[in-house]
Every structure is written in structure tokens, then in C-alpha cells.
């Protein structure tokens, strides 16, 4: 607010490792730290394109990952706004590129970081353990008290414990700023009593979540479906998480490479799979365009805007990556 800019959140919300990592770029002026900020998230975004394509046994594959990352709206969202959310983008991807290599504590601990620094990725904190990937695990730990004593170092027990507790906390936003399933329940029932709506929204969160565990069940180790089971836990976070918004959709780049790393060149038999994600991400990309004005059509056609925003095209693009992303990973078991 000293500079100008209104205080649209209540204070500083997120993690103490955030703060630190921030914390040389008030020592500069504004507009060069702002700068360097914006720059590093454009460049930490193209180089989880590169992360994620290596995963394609493809060249064409790899191309058309780095492409759909590169014109992807929640990335201009986030930047536009100078959120955080290119960074766990890049650590998490970057943690899936090392696991694929076997190298499980290198990619525990880059996990762990991407975490710790906004929790967007941690469901697959959960995933690690499901598949037993212990080493990876070890190096989630070792990360996480690197972090936690960092922040204690820099800031002090008390601090970082009470900063801690609020960065874990959701503030939901108001219902035209969600991009989930609540703002699915909030938006077509809205004569629903709020005690109902949170009755309804546990319901289906539930029959999600069961859902995923089932297209993830056994547990224990398994080999080749790494990707496809990190985008669906992804995509089912997305949903769930009560105060997604559209900067925060960046993370389903995770959900469409490993989907485009898996399938052969459209036909006549996957011309349906290839149209439902193409389908997805011009959802994505529609909404982010009017919603944000970002190549000035909004002021002509305000009325397409508020239809975007209002059905969640965004949310239902959620929706088809989780179905696709099941349909893959059932598919992979049948024929292993």
C-alpha cells in the first residue's frame, strides 16, 4: 500500500520459504525487483515445458509440450499478477524428470522445495508414499527441515510456526474468483443453504477422491505410470482445493504433457482423446483471455466474457483432464 497498490488479501499468506526467496528483491527499487521477478516466472515456466517433454518418446511430442506450455493463459495470469505459481511448476516437474531417472532423493527434495515454497504439488507428498518411493521420501524430509529451520533463522520461531499455520489455511475467495468444484455447486445451485453446500461439496470430494484412489489402486511400486498418475492426483487437487483460481490452473500443465507424451498421432481411433483434450485447453484459454482483457476482446463482447466466467469453462477442463488422465492409466494396466 506504500507504493500504491491495494491490499487485496489479508497480509502476507504464504510460506516463510516464499519470503525468504522474495526477500532480496525489496532491497532494489520496485520496478527492478518486480522485474526480475516476472522474468525468472517466465523462464522457470519454459523450462518446465523443456522438463516435461523430455518425458515423450517423440521429438513432435516434445515440440507440441514446449508449444501448449508456452502459449498456456494461467501463466500470463500468474505473472500478470506476479503470483508464485510458475516456481512449484518448475520444482515439480523437475522433481517428476529426476524420479524418472531413478534418481528418487534428488527428486524428493526438489518436490519438497516446489512445496514448500506454494503447496500446490503436495498431494503427490502422498503419492511418493503410495508407491513406496522411500528415497524420495527421505529427501522430502531432509528438504522440509532445511526449510523450516531457514525460516526460523531468518524470522524467528514464533513467526515462522504462526506463518506456517497461515499458509496452510485457506482464505476462499469470492464464488466469480473459484475455478473448482465448489464453484461449480455455488454457481448451479445457488438456492442452496450453506450448511448444504458444504454437505454437497464433502459428497463429491469424497466420490473424487475414492475415484482416484481406486484408478491408483494397488499400492506398493510400479514402473511407467509416473506422469499419468502425478497429473491425475493434479487435476483431482485442483478440484478439490477450496480457493483454486485461474493463476493456479498453470499447475495442469502437469495433467496435458504426460497425456500427449502417451498417445500416438491422432487417427481414427484417438481422434476422440486428442479432441477432449483440445477441447480442455481452449476452455483454459478462452476464459483466461476474456477474463483477463489479455488482447483487448473483452470490451467487445462483455457478454461472452461473463458466460465464461460464469459456466467455469475452466472448472469442466479440469473435469475432462481427470477423466482422460483415468481412462490412460486403466488402459496402461490392461495392457502391462
Not at 520459504?17 to 526477500?23: F, G, K, R
Not at 522457470?44 to 506450455?69: F, M, N
Not at 524430509?141 to 526460523?152: F, K, P, Q, T
Not at 493463476?247 to 504433457?257: D, E, G, P, R, V
Request: some cysteine.
Amino acid at each position: 500500500m506504500q507504493y500504491g497498490i491495494p491490499c487485496w488479501t489479508p497480509g502476507y499468506l504464504y510460506s516463510p520459504l516464499s519470503a525468504l526467496i522474495a526477500w532480496p528483491l525489496t532491497l532494489i527499487p520496485l520496478r527492478l525487483g518486480a522485474a526480475i521477478w516476472t522474468i525468472a516466472s517466465g523462464i522457470a515456466a519454459v523450462a518446465s515445458g523443456l522438463l516435461l517433454g523430455s518425458q515423450a518418446d517423440r521429438p513432435w511430442k516434445s515440440e507440441l509440450i514446449l508449444i501448449s506450455t508456452i502459449g498456456f493463459i494461467p501463466i500470463f495470469s500468474a505473472m500478470r499478477l506476479g503470483q508464485a505459481e510458475a516456481f512449484p511448476l518448475f520444482f515439480t516437474a523437475f522433481a517428476i524428470y529426476e524420479w524418472r531417472r531413478n534418481r528418487g532423493f534428488l527428486g524428493g527434495g526438489l518436490l519438497a522445495f516446489g512445496v514448500w515454497f506454494k503447496p500446490m504439488a503436495a498431494a503427490l507428498i502422498f503419492l511418493i508414499c503410495w508407491r513406496r518411493q522411500w528415497r524420495m521420501l527421505e529427501g522430502a524430509v531432509v528438504v522440509s527441515l532445511l526449510s523450516i529451520g531457514a525460516g526460523i533463522a531468518a524470522f524467528g520461531l514464533e513467526p515462522t510456526l504462526t506463518q506456517f499455520h497461515r499458509s496452510t489455511s485457506s482464505t476462499i475467495p469470492p464464488p466469480d474468483f473459484l475455478q473448482n468444484l465448489l464453484g461449480i455447486i455455488v454457481t448451479f445451485l445457488p438456492a442452496l443453504q450453506p450448511q448444504w453446500i458444504i454437505l454437497v461439496y464433502s459428497a463429491v470430494g469424497a466420490l473424487l477422491v475414492l475415484g482416484t484412489l481406486m484408478i491408483l489402486w494397488p499400492p506398493g511400486r510400479r514402473a511407467g505410470d509416473l506422469g499419468l498418475e502425478a497429473g491425475l492426483l493434479i487435476a483431482a487437487t485442483t478440484l478439490l482445493f477450496p480457493a483454486t483460481e485461474f493463476h493456479h490452473l498453470i499447475m495442469l500443465l502437469l495433467c496435458f504433457a504426460p497425456l500427449i507424451a502417451a498417445w500416438p498421432l491422432p487417427s481414427k481411433r484417438s481422434w476422440k482423446s486428442w479432441g477432449a483434450l483440445a477441447v480442455a485447453y481452449a476452455l483454459i484459454t478462452i476464459q483466461g483471455i476474456y477474463d483477463f482483457n489479455l488482447f483487448g476482446l473483452s470490451k467487445y463482447s462483455p457478454d461472452l466474457r461473463i458466460s465464461f466466467s460464469t459456466l467455469l469453462s475452466s472448472t469442466w477442463a479440469q473435469v475432462i483432464l481427470w477423466i482422460l488422465l483415468a481412462i490412460q492409466l486403466r488402459r496402461h494396466r490392461n495392457r502391462n
